[in-house]
């Protein structure tokens, strides 16, 4: 039995275990490349570490790809098979990963908080029910995920970064922008390197329209990206996203080419088709041809990983983004096989079914019909679940395209009263006025 660097045991007799599997979790919650490395040298070291067979299979599932998933089940047998003089810490993690392979989300999450209840500094417990809340769209619960947490942990403790990083985001998504920003720049102080402390303040610089801040922010902390882990590329679309509200679509284009969809990286090369990359290209593409720009042949390469991907829907958030894509290049018939997946995944028996059911679905539906210039259908098709989009995943930011997407087919439609409404709800949800966001401001004057 060893500790791990929070003081938690782990089932293992090698200290070379033990180290490299604290290596592989400060990599991991630092998004750094080298924590599958640091988790093959603890196994190496201790082929019986049941606990790190388990991270493993978290590893697997962090992707959200259906493909990956069976080496997360064969992880979680190997772990299984070690399982003799586990802790109950441990037990958990390992009931936690067979919820998830199994796509029983809320399952999982229960394992995680029954962890937490006992041991708040267990860090993977914590970041992991805290990515699954987001993805869920549980906002409330994820924040409240975070505090119940926070107070059993001594700050000098590693890791504590991670617990200031998450509640940055967690409040920022509540709308709590300055607790939020002191948060966030809190643990990027502790570790300038905290990407997700970093992307946190990101995001309450977008929330508020602090364009040039946000900017400002990005281009201070470059410098310690060097080594991460495609998070790089959303915290790049964040910095397009604001020079796109500045108006400055050459920049915007420059950073898609360069900086988060260059097929030419060794990160997009590794992983070419990661969920949050695709979402980060197609929303930035429709954004940008909204605003009038010509963005050439780029839809292509994003419908080429969508097709490939169609009846994959670990990711609710990233269907629309996909259909997107396929509407965009003109690929009707992959179009309906997306939307037949969507119906076939809402008879399964998992936690996703409901929402590919009634959110995943009409969105998804409702993109294609915009893109094919259907106005009334998208209005009919988004007017109901506007107020359900968060269950799709995603932040508030990335959600915006398709209350975007609906207030323009309410415009073109002449439906002024669904525009209005949305408009009415947009100037609630921000301080920045409506005049002063680009996709809103046309808007406004023709509601006006």
């Not at 549980?138 to 001594?154: C, F, H, I, N, Y």
């Not at 470059?222 to 400055?248: D, F, P, S």
């Amino acid at each position: 039995m060893r500790l791990d660097a929070r003081g938690l045991a782990l089932t293992t007799d090698s200290a070379a275990a033990a180290a490299s599997f604290d290596a592989a979790i400060g990599s991991y919650l630092r998004y750094r490349l080298d924590a599958a490395k640091h988790l093959d040298a603890a196994l190496d070291a201790d082929p019986g570490f049941a606990l790190a067979h388990a991270m493993r299979g978290y590893f697997a599932m962090l992707s959200y790809k259906r493909a990956n998933v069976a080496a997360a089940v064969a992880a979680l047998a190997q772990a299984r098979a070690n399982a003799g003089g586990l802790t109950l810490r441990e037990q958990r993690h390992l009931d936690a990963l067979e919820a998830w392979s199994a796509g029983r989300l809320w399952r999982a999450i229960g394992a995680w908080e029954a962890i937490l209840a006992d041991h708040p500094a267990d860090v993977v417990a914590l970041r992991l029910a805290h990515f699954n809340y987001f993805w869920m769209g549980e906002a409330g619960a994820m924040r409240e995920s975070v505090l119940r947490a926070k107070p059993g942990w001594d700050t000098d403790l590693p890791g504590y970064g991670t617990v200031l990083a998450c509640e940055a985001f967690a409040r920022e998504e509540c709308g709590e922008y300055r607790p939020a920003e002191a948060a966030g720049r809190a643990a990027v102080e502790r570790d300038p390197a905290d990407l997700w402390g970093t992307h946190a303040v990101a995001h309450v610089m977008e929330m508020e329209g602090r364009h040039a801040d946000g900017i400002a922010w990005l281009d201070g902390l470059k410098a310690h990206w060097e080594g991460a882990a495609a998070i790089v590329h959303h915290l790049w679309w964040h910095r397009a996203l604001y020079h796109y509200e500045l108006g400055q679509f050459d920049a915007v284009l420059a950073l898609y080419d360069e900086r988060f969809r260059n097929p030419a990286s060794p990160l997009v090369q590794a992983m070419p088709d990661l969920y949050i990359d695709i979402q980060n290209a197609a929303a930035m593409l429709w954004r940008l041809e909204r605003a009038g720009v010509a963005v050439g042949d780029r839809w292509t390469e994003i419908a080429d990983k969508a097709e490939a991907r169609i009846g994959d829907t670990l990711s609710a958030f990233t269907q629309p983004h996909w259909m997107m894509a396929l509407a965009a290049a003109g690929r009707g018939a992959a179009a309906d096989r997306l939307i037949a997946a969507l119906d076939e995944a809402a008879t399964a028996p998992d936690t996703l079914a409901p929402v590919h059911a009634t959110v995943t679905r009409p969105v998804a539906a409702a993109a294609r019909a915009h893109r094919a210039g259907d106005w009334a259908t998208v209005v009919d098709l988004l007017w109901p679940v506007r107020n359900e989009l968060k269950r799709l995943g995603g932040s508030h930011a990335q959600r915006d395209i398709f209350r975007q997407m609906l207030a323009d087919a309410a415009a073109r439609s002449g439906r002024r009263d669904v525009l209005r409404a949305v408009l009415a709800e947009e100037a609630l949800g921000r301080a920045l006025p409506l005049t002063r966001r680009r996709a809103y401001a046309p808007l406004a004057a023709a509601a006006a």
